[in-house]
């Protein structure tokens, strides 16, 4: 049997789509498994796409104050407030002239008492009479794409009149001449940077490991499949030409059906809101360069796969040989990539040149090989711990035997499982030891407060206001300038100093000179500070601190009312010293814990005053840029360490299955001498449970390691989660159990005594 390369191809091609059933399996198992990673390859291929329109559109609703001649200004004052835990952003608008400018989004700015909000915001406006309180607005429009980063956005404009710049209800109100800002002019922590580089090449190892696994399935059904071409005439290197030509089928297919996996996603991702994001259609288009490097590669891996894996086959006409005793797996160039990165990230010294693309480069390079070394190491580890166990039950012989014979295959699916568990626990730890950067923990109290940022011109309508709601307990009011760097001058009603201060007596007209406890710079009387308000341009008054009641009390962190070391008066006294008129009102509210929502009753009440009110619920106040993208990065990584997780159990339950067929008949012998399927069962378990356990503990190894050199780089200090571990730990063992059983009901069928039947 003699053919070119036309011929042996068309034959692999006709024995992959024609061979009957178990063609048709291996074609549909290796089609669905290819196809699913593409669709993952070719989402990860959008990302860059993604992130570049979003931030383009963020940018375009970036505030410009530069002075532009001829322009008048729109005033522009920040709005981002909560409903029931769930941001809004938004702004309040005033045009000072006819060519004023527009955020992008809204063809015109809204008038006085007008609202222009998001398409999804003004759904659940529809739908929730408690939100339509807060915006007692007339809506006269929505923001267009142009003004969204995503279709989910809960964002708003609201028209009100010129705002105030000075007096008693002077704002921080900007003059914007111009919306929008050059790419890249707010940079990304380079710490989150990295987690989210780190993070997505090692959960695009795993897809890269099922695109391979998946090339291998019923491979020895098509051993001997090739073993009868041997028979018929063909030659060795026909055999791998047809056999690297039926890996091409599935790849193929696996590619089309990819695609049409990821368009399918593509149309459903504006009804997804994932982690506060969202994503418009047309946002989610591939890199075509990356488009292209996926085509290539997926195709070359699936071939490459199958042309090593029959390595060291001997395919003679009468069957197929495989070596007796496998070659010993050589650790040199396994310990390579491991020695690589831990060169790479010792060499960077602590804080040395973060932020610098060498920096994130060398970084992600060290981490990376750090990665690549757990499927390299696996399989060699695996070896030479199977090789040691000798005895145990019938069970636990068979798992062990089966090892001894094949280690690789399991190792090589099981390390996508060490690889997203060690990126998973990388990440986690990184991210839990950045925690304190961006000031996420919460205080634990058992208290509920709220607290109300006004003017000091709004503070009585405040206090008037909070009066008619069930849900304020108590309210305190504390009116405070500041002083210089760390003292202000606080005016607070005697209730409130009793409560908030080791102060037993006081009547309206005291005053007291309050110092906190262990304190390096403490407020004296004689000191000279410049008063200053809340605005900006306010006019500093020079103020020398008279001798005072001395108080000191100890450190103390909101929630609750908060009272800062400096100069504090009661009404009376500072009616008869001159302080700022554009004071800042901070106003505590204790709520009712049985009261539903007393935050939002609260925000509702106060709504009537726009501008000149910000209610912050203790818990759930909007979160800055680096808070929000913080969030945002620790979320989409587990998420996807959980559902790539998914994927690497998939491998197993697919590998579990074609074991089980491959070995139906020995397996159907074994019943037949009377080993229990109990046992057959529990063999399977143990087969699996032992490459995965060996896998969670070299996981855990790499990824507490990692974590630490990364976080060494960066100049932030490890801290170890083992809460953490434990439940992806765990995940992965449910996972091994959740496997076994599925492959149950397949291990009782090929147990029959029919399956000894031959031909």
Known sequence: MTAGWPHDFALGVRLAVGGGRTSWTRLALGTVGIGLATALLLLFASFGNVMARMDARVNAGLTDTTVISGVSPTQYLSADITYRGVPLTGAYLHGTGPNSPVPPGIGALPGPNEAVLSPALADLLRSDAGLRSRFPQQVVGTIGVAGLRGPADLAFYVGVGPLPTSGAEATNASDVYAFGAPPGQHSTDPTLLVVAAVGGVALLIPILIFVAVSSRIAGAQRDRRLAALRL???????????????????????????????????????????????????????????????????????????????????????????????????????????????????VVQPGHGVATGWWIAIVVIGATSLMVGVPAILPWLLERLVDRIRGGAPSWQLAIRRLQLDSGTPARVVAGV???????????????????????????????????????????????????????????????????????????????????????????????????????????????????????????????????????????????????????????????TTLPVDRQALTYVLTDAAQADAGDQIAAALAGLTWQVYVSITGSAALSAGQDTFVVVRGALLVASLFTLLLAGISMLVLALEQIRERRRPLAMLAAAGVPRSALARSLLWQTAVPVVLAVVVAVGIGVGLAGLVLRTAGLTLRIDWSMIGAFAGAT?????????????TLRGVTRMSSLRTE
């Open 232 to 346: 018929a005439g063909a030659g060795d290197r026909q055999v791998r030409r047809i056999a690297a030509a039926e890996s091409l089928v599935s790849a193929a297919t696996g590619l089309v059906l990819g695609a049409l996996v990821f368009l399918g996603l593509r149309q459903l991702a504006p009804r997804f809101d994932m982690l506060g994001w969202s994503f418009f259609t047309e946002d989610i288009v591939p890199d075509p360069l990356l488009t292209a490097l996926i085509v290539l590669l997926v195709p070359t891996l699936a071939v490459g796969t199958a042309l090593f894996a029959l390595r060291g086959v001997i395919i003679e006409p009468l069957g197929v040989v495989r070596e007796a005793r496998p070659v010993r797996r050589r650790l040199w160039w396994r310990v390579a990539p491991i020695a690589l990165g831990l060169v790479l990230l010792l």
């Open 418 to 576: 060490a690889v997203v568990l060690a990126s998973a626990v990388t990440m986690q730890l990184m991210l839990a030891s950045a925690t304190n950067r961006y000031d996420l923990s919460t205080v634990a109290s058992g208290e509920e407060w709220v607290s109300v940022f006004s003017t000091a011109a709004a503070a009585g309508q405040v206090t008037a206001d909070l009066a008619k709601v069930p849900a304020a307990k108590r309210v305190d009011q504390v009116q405070q300038v500041d002083a210089d760097h760390q003292h202000t001058v606080s005016t607070a009603s005697c209730a409130t100093i009793t409560r908030t201060l080791p102060v037993s007596h006081c009547v309206d007209g005291d005053s007291f000179l309050v110092n906190v406890a262990g304190t390096t710079d403490p407020a004296n009387p004689g000191d000279i500070w410049q008063l200053t308000g809340r605005h900006r341009g306010s006019e500093k008054i020079a103020y020398t601190v008279p001798n005072l009641t001395p108080v000191t009390t100890p450190m103390r962190v909101p929630p609750g009312p908060y009272i800062g070391a400096g100069v504090v008066l009661t009404p009376a006294a500072a009616a008869q």
């Open 733 to 745: 063992v449910v996972l091994v159990l959740l496997v076994t059983a599925m492959t149950l009901p």
